[in-house]
C-alpha cells in the first residue's frame, strides 16, 4: 500500500528501504541477508514485469486476474544441542540424540551429516531419536531444529573422528574420511581397523555463545501470487504460487522442498477459507471439525515452485545452515491479500479473504 502511495513497484520499494544491519541496533549486521536476491530472482522467474500496476485492468474470460508479492523473514534460532555416536567393529555407525522428528525429516538430514562427516555410506548409519537417555538436542519446531542438531552431531563426529585417528596413530586434523577408510598422507586404513579391540563411542555438543549477540541471524523469501477472482461471484483461485528462499545451507533440497510447499498450501488456507467462529455467549468453538474449519485441499492448490538460493552462512553454525520451515509460509498470504487487490481492486485487511468481503466492490459485469 505504502509503494502504491509514493508511485513505485511493490519489488522496487522494498529494495530501496532494504538493510544489512538491524535496524533497531546497528551495530549488529546480519550474518547473511540476501532479501533483495529473492526478489530480483523471484520476480525474473514469475514473470514481473507483465503485472498490471492498475488494480483490476487484466481479465481472462470470466476472472479478474492478479499478481501479488511479499517478503518473508524468521529469525534463524540456535540452541545447544548434543549426540552420540558409535562406531561398531562392522563399520555401522550409530547416532543417538533427543531430538525429534515430526515428518519434517529430521533422520534423513541427520544421517547425511554422519555419514558425511565419516565417510560412509548413507545406508550405513543408524539414527535415534526422541529417547530421553539420549544426549539433549534442540528438538522439533520454531524453525531450529535441523541446524542446531546437525551441529551437534557435527561435533560428537568430531570428538569420534579423533578418537578414530588415535587409535589408528594418525593425525585427525589433517585425516581424510572417505570411502569407510581414513587417510592420512599416503597411509590409509579401513574404519573398522580403529575397532579391532571393540566399538568407539564419543559423545559431544554444540553451544553457540554469544553468537546471537554480535550478528542478526535471519532466513529470507519472496512470495509470488497469482490469483484469478471471479467476476461475479468474487470466487478466488490461486492460478500459481512460487517461493524464492535463503536459508543458509540447504542440508536436503528434497525435504527442505516438502516443507516450504506444505507451509505455501498453509498459506492458501489462512488467506482464503480458515476462520476459526466462536460462539461470544458460551465459549463453543462453532467449526470444529473439518466439515467447518476449511482447509485447502488438493483442487485449491496449483503449481508451487521453491527456489533455494546458492548461500551457506559461516556464521550460523558449523553446517552452515539455517532452519527453513515458518520461512515457506511467511508471507505467503499477504501475497495473495495484495495479488487480491492486483485483480479486483478491493483491498482486504483481514483474513480470510472470503466473496462476501469482495462482492460490493467488484467492478461491473458489462
Not at 498490471?52 to 540452541?79: E, I, K, Q, T
Request: include cysteine; charged fraction near 20%.
Amino acid at each position: 500500500e505504502m509503494a502504491e502511495k509514493v508511485g513505485l513497484d511493490p519489488i522496487e520499494f522494498r529494495i530501496r528501504n532494504d538493510t544489512q544491519v538491524d535496524p533497531s541496533d546497528p551495530s549488529r549486521p546480519f550474518s547473511q541477508r540476501q532479501l533483495v536476491q529473492c526478489l530480483q530472482s523471484g520476480a525474473s522467474r514469475f514473470g514481473w514485469e507483465r503485472r498490471s500496476a492498475a488494480p483490476a485492468s487484466n481479465r481472462d474470460g470470466r476472472w479478474l486476474v492478479g499478481m501479488g508479492v511479499a517478503a518473508g523473514f524468521r529469525n534463524n534460532l540456535v540452541m545447544k544441542s548434543g549426540a552420540r555416536v558409535r562406531l561398531s567393529t562392522d563399520g555401522r555407525v550409530t547416532v543417538e540424540t533427543d531430538m525429534t522428528d515430526i515428518g519434517t525429516g529430521s533422520y534423513t538430514i541427520i544421517g547425511q551429516t554422519a555419514a558425511e562427516m565419516l565417510g560412509v555410506p548413507l545406508e550405513q548409519v543408524t539414527v535415534k531419536l526422541g529417547d530421553s537417555r539420549f544426549p539433549v538436542a534442540a528438538g522439533s519446531g520454531g524453525q531450529w531444529g535441523a541446524n542446531s542438531s546437525t551441529a551437534g552431531v557435527y561435533a560428537a563426529c568430531m570428538a569420534l573422528r579423533t578418537k578414530i585417528a588415535s587409535t589408528l596413530e594418525m593425525d585427525a586434523s589433517v585425516a581424510r574420511f572417505e570411502d569407510g577408510h581414513v587417510i592420512d598422507g599416503q597411509r590409509r586404513a579401513a574404519l573398522t581397523e580403529a575397532t579391532r579391540s571393540g566399538e568407539l563411542v564419543a559423545e559431544d555438543s554444540i553451544e553457540f555463545d554469544t553468537l546471537q549477540e554480535k550478528f542478526q541471524q535471519s532466513t529470507f523469501a519472496a512470495h509470488f501470487v497469482e490469483v484469478g477472482v471471479d467476476v461475479a461471484t468474487g470466487e478466488t483461485r490461486i492460478r500459481r504460487m512460487l517461493a524464492v528462499c535463503a536459508a543458509g545451507r540447504i542440508l536436503n533440497p528434497t525435504t527442505a522442498r516438502s516443507q516450504v510447499i506444505g507451509a505455501m498450501t498453509m498459506g492458501i488456507g489462512a488467506a482464503l477459507s480458515e476462520e476459526l467462529i466462536v460462539d461470544p455467549r458460551l465459549g463453543f468453538f462453532v467449526n470444529h471439525d473439518l466439515a467447518g474449519y476449511e482447509v485447502p485441499v488438493h483442487a485449491d492448490v496449483p503449481h508451487q515452485e521453491v527456489v533455494f538460493l546458492d548461500e551457506a552462512d559461516a556464521v550460523s553454525s558449523p553446517m552452515k545452515a539455517k532452519g527453513v520451515g515458518e520461512l515457506g509460509l511467511c508471507g505467503v498470504s499477504a501475497a495473495i491479500a495484495n495479488a487480491v487487490y492486483n485483480a479486483t481492486g478491493v483491498r482486504v485487511r483481514n483474513y480470510p479473504l472470503t466473496l462476501d468481503k469482495l462482492l460490493a466492490g467488484l467492478p461491473d459485469l458489462a
